[in-house]
């Protein structure tokens, strides 16, 4: 069975997930996966860290349409988040949610 590998790509105002080999149309060479290989190892904080922001904002936006309803957008959860900049989560979560 083969495996499908996702990319996350943010495009305004959604998160879209494609097949990697699709979102790049080209074959990616052994030295190629050596290289994301070496770059993980050396930076594993990093994907970690990534992730858990990346949770935190889901988690943002799922408490974010709780609180507006019918009146929840993407649109205006993104724009939200953009205009409040960048600040530790539990800033953010504050300033978001903010009556």
């Known amino acids: 069975m083969r495996r499908l590998v996702l990319l996350a790509v943010l ?3 959604v998160l879209v997930l494609v097949p990697v080999q699709a979102a790049f149309r080209q074959p990616v060479s052994a030295q190629d996966r050596l290289d994301a290989v070496v770059q993980k190892i050396a930076r594993p904080g990093y994907f970690i860290g990534y992730f858990m922001g990346m949770s935190e904002i889901l988690k943002m936006r799922d408490e974010y349409r709780s609180r ?3 009146r929840c957008t993407l649109e205006a959860f993104h724009q939200r988040l953009l205009e409040i900049g960048s600040m530790p989560p539990a ?4 300033v978001l949610l903010a009556p």
């Open 91 to 94: 800033l953010v979560r504050e």
């Open 11 to 13: 495009a305004a105002p």
């Open 68 to 70: 507006m309803g019918a």
